[in-house]
């Protein structure tokens, strides 16, 4: 009666010759996993390539443009024949010679300019009385084109590095004095206020609230500084110069040295990319605080 009553045997399980369980490590990749991973990896060349696009495209038409005849090549020489032109000048050391030159002044005119800028800008953003001494004479300098004052700094500091030099100053120095007070003004005053009440001194309130908060606009003002340095000081350099990117430009239009002349050009555009590419890299370490 009680073998009747008792609970029927699991099923015992029969091995069939020919037949095994597939092992997971077999299974081959299913389609769906390779169309994500295809999808997922799409935005990222797509990332990469974007921004390479139209300098492409327009390499691409600046090489086809002459050689079809929508241009003549004797003014505009297709792009091949400019890099050419550019490697050959980089051989002879001519181009190193006119870019350690430009690059030396733009960077001792730039440097001087942060220096006085950025400690000038914060005095006028947080003091009054120096806001109020010093915006007239300001506002009247900083609507004064800095290539108009060429001919002046000519006069007065002659025609050798020195005027270069002092108008690379000028024309540096108002981008990043104007961003410098406006980034020390448009700080959060609730950021302000609520580190005065954790009893910060003046000093360690501008020290680890004020000039973080600012520096991604004093940055943008050091960016465009960089920019106008290098596009003054080459249109200085047309004026007067026995060496530099600009002297090189104007020399090789002279002397009818075309693909000399767009190779300078090129230069300028590759040392303007290199200048804003390590101030970009400053600005990200310097506010690393920034999402």
């Known amino acids: 009666m009680s073998s009747a009553l008792a609970s029927p045997e699991a099923p015992v399980a029969i091995d069939r010759p020919g037949t095994s369980a597939p092992s997971p490590a077999s299974t081959p990749p299913q389609p769906g996993a390779v169309q994500r991973a295809g999808a997922a990896l799409r935005p990222i060349v797509w990332r990469i390539l974007k921004p390479s696009v139209a300098i492409v495209a327009f390499l691409a038409l600046w090489e086809i443009a002459p050689r079809i005849g929508l241009v003549d090549e004797v003014f505009l020489p297709p792009f091949t024949t400019v890099v050419e032109a550019f490697f050959d000048l980089v051989q002879s050391g001519e181009l190193w010679q006119h870019v350690s030159a430009s ?99 003046p000093v360690r309130l501008f020290q680890k609230v004020v000039l973080p908060a600012a520096v991604p606009t004093i940055f943008t003002g050091i960016r ?37 002349m767009y190779a300078g050009i090129v230069a300028i555009s590759v040392l303007g990319l290199t200048l804003n590419a390590v101030l970009v890299l400053i600005e990200r370490r310097l506010s690393r605080w920034r999402v």
Do not use: H
Not at 134 to 150: K, V
Not at 230 to 256: D, P, W
């Open 103 to 201: 690059l030396s002044r733009a960077l001792i005119g730039f440097f001087v300019a942060v220096v006085i800028a950025i400690p000038l800008g914060i005095a006028i953003a947080w003091y009054r009385p120096v806001s109020d001494f010093l915006n007239p004479i300001l506002e009247l300098f900083r609507n004064t084109a800095a290539l108009a004052l060429l001919p002046v700094f000519i006069l007065i500091l002659g025609i050798g590095e020195e005027s270069k030099i002092a108008l690379v100053i000028y024309a540096c120095t108002f981008p990043i004095l104007l961003n410098t007070i406006s980034g020390v003004r448009t700080v959060d005053p609730l950021l302000i206020k609520s580190a005065s009440s954790l009893g910060l001194s």
């Open 224 to 260: 465009m500084a960089a920019a106008s340095s290098i596009l003054v000081l080459i249109a200085a350099e047309m004026v007067g110069a026995k060496a530099g990117l600009g002297y090189l430009i104007t020399a090789s239009q002279f002397n009818f040295q075309i693909p000399n």
